[in-house]
């Protein structure tokens, strides 16, 4: 049985018709990837930014947290990052603000900042 004439090429057309969707569902979950990568450093900055803090003196608390935390985000991640507290005695905690970007670290933002929080105990003084 032959197909009609009339026929030709509409697999061609729907697949151009689909194609802005599909592109649009790949770039919705690279968002999604790079949103859940953004709290994975958060969490991860803070938990540096207090490891440092509870070794370090209370007077130079908050400057030892901030410079771990961002330590070991890249330079990308850094620009919008902010440490908004380090400190405490006897249990330190830390916040670290990032900011999610649109499609590529360091191009442009996404109206959202994640948060990440870190608790530990101050290391006792010998």
């Given amino acids: 049985m032959r197909r009609p ?3 030709r090429g509409q697999v061609s057309v729907e697949f151009l018709g689909m194609t802005p969707l599909i592109v649009l569902t790949l770039v919705l979950m690279w968002q999604a990837v790079l949103v ?3 709290f994975t450093l958060a969490g ?3 938990d540096e ?4 803090g509870t070794a370090a003196p209370p007077g130079e ?3 030892v947290c901030q410079q771990a935390a961002l330590k070991h985000l890249s330079g990308a991640w850094q620009e919008g ?3 908004e507290h380090c400190g405490g005695t006897g249990y330190v905690t830390a916040d670290v603000a990032v900011k999610v970007p649109v499609l590529f ?3 442009i933002d996404f109206p959202v900042t994640v948060h990440g929080h870190a608790g530990a ?3 006792a003084k010998h």
Avoid at 49 to 52: E, H, K, S
């Fill in 5 to 7: 004439d009339g026929d």
């Fill in 49 to 52: 930014g207090v490891r440092a």
């Fill in 105 to 107: 670290p360091g191009l």
């Fill in 36 to 38: 859940g990568y953004a």
């Fill in 121 to 123: 105990v101050e290391e």
């Fill in 44 to 46: 991860n900055a803070a």
């Fill in 81 to 83: 990052a902010s440490v």
């Fill in 61 to 63: 608390r908050f400057g």
